[in-house]
């Protein structure tokens, strides 16, 4: 078939890879405009849209896919519209434009956690297994019956960039084979059913740790906000990012919020039990072990808001 992808973060790369590799073609990849990056700002090109050029695959460059957009993938004259994490919406005329219409892969099980950080919400919410689904793009969000599904399991060390990277590999390898089974007409999706739950962009306050929650639901929210936006607290005022944070299970409770070093280690209160600071990174600083950056506290204890 002749197929065209859309995608922009390094987690869209593996499918576009694989599917460049198949027996079909890709008349052209559509991803974001080059986006200012780093302290310079430097504008630099999506990871699709490097992965594309090295495979010279022809690139559309679109924020959102308008009617310059529209006519320029509609021209394509493409099968099937393929999408992974592009970061728009595909609305009429372009959503019916492919013979075959467009799917998506999700990282999701859907109908749990629709919406753009699916991952993200899955280990902040305690979840014991996550997967990708592979839909039919339809008007309503994330809302298309399923080709095909996988679950994976969630390590109880997992953070969203590990189990990202691990998906975008196992889910590449799902969405070709619906695609081999779409061209072949060899397969049907089949509505989802189940409770529908969201999962919206993180924001900057998602990733604020309050230490007055139990300390399995921090250590959590840390592994899901991990890498981006990170999460942090604040001391006398300054931020601190929080990269690595492990619980404890042989010390007596401290309180909430409560900095402290015993034995050697960084442990922090919640509302249960203490976290240990594993790796964490000053204002301004690189990243560096918590015991080491407590030495320049210089303080018994301090106090994490």
Same mark, same amino acid.
């Given at each position: 078939?002749?197929?065209?992808?859309?995608?922009?973060?390094?987690?869209?790369?593996?499918?576009?890879?694989?599917?460049?590799?198949?027996?079909?073609?890709?008349?052209?990849?559509?991803?974001?405009? /080059?986006?200012?990056?780093?302290?310079?700002?430097?504008?630099?090109?999506?990871?699709?849209?490097?992965?594309?050029? $090295?495979?010279?695959?022809?690139?559309?460059?679109?924020?959102?896919?308008?009617?310059?957009?529209?006519?320029?993938?509609?021209?394509?004259?493409?099968?099937?519209?393929?999408?992974?994490?592009?970061?728009?919406?595909?609305?009429?005329?372009?959503?019916?434009?492919?013979?075959?219409?467009? *799917?998506?892969?999700?990282?999701?099980?859907?109908?749990?956690?629709?919406?753009?950080?699916?991952?993200?919400?899955?280990?902040?919410?305690?979840?014991?297994?996550?997967? @990708?689904?592979?839909?039919?793009?339809?008007?309503?969000?994330?809302?298309?019956?399923?080709?095909? @599904?996988?679950?994976?399991?969630?390590?109880?060390?997992?953070?969203?960039?590990?189990?990202? $990277?691990?998906?975008?590999?196992?889910? @590449? $390898?799902?969405?070709?084979?619906?695609?081999?089974?779409?061209?072949?007409?060899?397969?049907?999706?089949?509505?989802?059913?189940?409770?529908?739950?969201?999962?919206?962009?993180?924001?900057? /306050?998602?990733?604020?740790?309050?230490?007055?929650?139990?300390?399995?639901?921090?250590?959590? *929210?840390?592994?899901?906000?991990?890498?981006?936006?990170?999460?942090?607290?604040?001391?006398?005022?300054?931020?601190?990012?929080?990269?690595?944070?492990?619980?404890?299970?042989?010390?007596?409770?401290?309180?909430?919020?409560?900095?402290?070093?015993?034995?050697?280690?960084?442990?922090?209160?919640?509302?249960?039990?203490?976290?240990?600071?594993?790796?964490?990174?000053?204002?301004?600083?690189?990243?560096?072990? @918590?015991? /080491?950056?407590?030495?320049?506290?210089?303080?018994?204890?301090?106090?994490?808001?």
């Amino acid at each position: 078939m002749k197929l065209v992808f859309a995608g922009t973060p390094q987690v869209a790369v593996p499918s576009l890879t694989l599917l460049a590799s198949s027996d079909h073609e890709i008349a052209a990849v559509v991803t974001r405009a /080059d986006a200012a990056l780093g302290r310079k700002r430097v504008l630099t090109p999506s990871p699709v849209a490097t992965a594309a050029a $090295e495979l010279g695959l022809p690139v559309i460059k679109a924020n959102r896919l308008d009617a310059a957009a529209t006519a320029a993938i509609t021209a394509l004259g493409a099968d099937l519209g393929v999408i992974v994490a592009y970061g728009g919406l595909v609305r009429e005329p372009l959503l019916s434009a492919p013979r075959l219409g467009w *799917i998506n892969l999700h990282f999701s099980l859907l109908p749990r956690w629709r919406g753009a950080a699916p991952v993200q919400r899955a280990i902040m919410a305690g979840d014991t297994e996550t997967g @990708a689904a592979v839909f039919q793009l339809v008007a309503e969000l994330d809302a298309g019956a399923v080709f095909a @599904a996988q679950r994976t399991p969630i390590g109880r060390h997992a953070t969203a960039g590990t189990l990202l $990277e691990s998906l975008s590999q196992s889910g @590449a $390898e799902l969405l070709r084979a619906v695609v081999d089974d779409l061209g072949a007409g060899t397969i049907q999706a089949v509505d989802q059913a189940g409770e529908v739950t969201l999962a919206p962009k993180l924001t900057l /306050d998602d990733a604020r740790v309050d230490w007055t929650l139990a300390a399995e639901r921090i250590h959590a *929210i840390i592994r899901g906000v991990t890498p981006e936006p990170g999460a942090f607290t604040e001391i006398g005022g300054a931020r601190l990012k929080l990269h690595d944070v492990a619980p404890v299970h042989d010390q007596g409770r401290l309180a909430a919020g409560v900095v402290t070093a015993i034995d050697k280690r960084v442990l922090i209160g919640t509302g249960t039990a203490p976290l240990e600071l594993i790796t964490v990174q000053p204002a301004g600083k690189t990243p560096m072990k @918590a015991i /080491d950056w407590w030495r320049g506290v210089a303080a018994t204890e301090v106090i994490a808001s």
